[in-house]
């Protein structure tokens, strides 16, 4: 083992009957945070400050907005107070106040972009639970037309939320699936989550909300109508409900990646 990290774990055979001194040994087991070079187990090399790996869309790591226009994002910043992984996450502060909202978009520059076939996830958090709605576009072609994730405020209480993804199009705007009504999701402050969004080849969407154990706290699915044409886009959206919250607060993005991509 190359440290206390690193496992290798079998899913097909019991301990004692793995000696790990076979090929079959090898190929019966799952790495995690090791690799195999020779039949020998060797660490994976550790992503550093300022890499991207071929996974990641955005980790911020980079230190700074470059590959976004932020003409309309004045209040995002790239910063170290509040991060799932690594040294840098995306922060917004932004007051309860619609017409207040802000929007950060890159259209090219990153070394991925989500696109039909994948699956995708971004990690959000925030410093109340009271009338954020904050939302992630993806696909974005332009202003009338992309998809987004949509967090919005529920009618059952602080803490409650239905997050929706929606299409919106030339053609019309959809719901494609939502987690529910009042009170479906119950989303604590100054906590992280996984957003994971499953992009099927058939316009079929899935959505899943996981803590930071990777427990599924809630889900929706729904097809697509009207697909919209491929595009290279991504953005963000710092905005809140007046009718639920007054002053200012904070949301954080972070680490924004492709987990699985069918060709």
Same mark, same amino acid.
């Given at each position: 083992?190359?440290?206390?990290?690193?496992?290798?774990?079998?899913?097909?055979?019991?301990?004692?009957?793995?000696?790990?001194?076979?090929?079959?040994?090898?190929?019966?087991?799952?790495?995690?945070?090791?690799?195999?070079?020779?039949?020998?187990?060797?660490?994976?090399?550790?992503?550093?400050?300022?890499?991207?790996?071929?996974?990641?869309?955005?980790?911020?790591?980079?230190?700074?907005?470059?590959?976004?226009?932020?003409?309309?994002?004045?209040?995002?910043?790239?910063?170290?107070?509040?991060?799932?992984?690594?040294?840098?996450?995306?922060?917004?502060?932004?007051?309860?106040?619609?017409?207040?909202?802000?929007?950060?978009?890159?259209?090219?520059?990153?070394?991925?972009?989500?696109?039909?076939?994948?699956?995708?996830?971004?990690?959000?958090?925030?410093?109340?639970?009271?009338?954020?709605?904050?939302?992630?576009?993806?696909?974005?072609?332009?202003? %009338?037309?992309? =998809?987004?994730? $949509?967090?919005?405020?529920?009618?059952?209480?602080?803490?409650?939320? /239905?997050? +929706? #993804?929606?299409?919106?199009?030339?053609?019309?705007?959809?719901?494609?699936?939502?987690?529910?009504?009042?009170?479906?999701?119950?989303?604590?402050?100054?906590?992280?989550?996984?957003?994971?969004?499953?992009?099927?080849?058939?316009?079929?969407?899935?959505?899943?909300?996981?803590?930071?154990?990777?427990?599924?706290?809630?889900?929706?699915?729904?097809?697509?109508?009207?697909?919209?044409?491929?595009?290279?886009?991504?953005?963000?959206?710092?905005?809140? %409900?007046?009718? =639920?919250?007054? $002053?200012?607060?904070?949301?954080?993005?972070?680490?924004?990646?492709? /987990?699985? +991509? #069918?060709?």
């Amino acid at each position: 083992m190359s440290n206390d990290n690193s496992r290798f774990t079998s899913d097909r055979r019991p301990l004692d009957r793995a000696t790990w001194s076979e090929t079959e040994d090898w190929e019966a087991g799952v790495a995690e945070n090791l690799d195999i070079d020779s039949g020998d187990l060797v660490a994976q090399r550790l992503t550093t400050i300022g890499e991207t790996p071929d996974t990641v869309v955005d980790n911020f790591e980079t230190g700074d907005l470059s590959r976004y226009d932020t003409a309309s994002g004045g209040n995002f910043s790239v910063t170290p107070n509040q991060v799932i992984n690594g040294a840098y996450s995306l922060e917004a502060d932004f007051e309860y106040d619609t017409p207040n909202q802000k929007n950060i978009f890159s259209m090219s520059g990153l070394a991925n972009y989500p696109k039909k076939g994948d699956t995708f996830s971004f990690w959000y958090r925030a410093n109340s639970s009271y009338g954020e709605k904050p939302r992630v576009f993806f696909n974005y072609i332009d202003s %009338d037309n992309y =998809y987004m994730i $949509g967090i919005n405020r529920s009618n059952g209480g602080p803490n409650y939320y /239905k997050v +929706r #993804v929606f299409r919106i199009g030339d053609d019309g705007s959809e719901i494609i699936c939502t987690t529910g009504g009042n009170g479906s999701w119950k989303g604590n402050a100054n906590t992280w989550y996984e957003f994971e969004i499953v992009w099927a080849t058939d316009d079929v969407f899935e959505l899943y909300i996981k803590d930071i154990d990777g427990v599924v706290e809630a889900s929706a699915s729904g097809s697509d109508s009207s697909p919209l044409p491929p595009a290279e886009g991504i953005g963000f959206n710092a905005s809140g %409900d007046s009718a =639920y919250g007054a $002053g200012t607060t904070k949301i954080w993005f972070d680490n924004f990646q492709i /987990k699985n +991509r #069918v060709e």
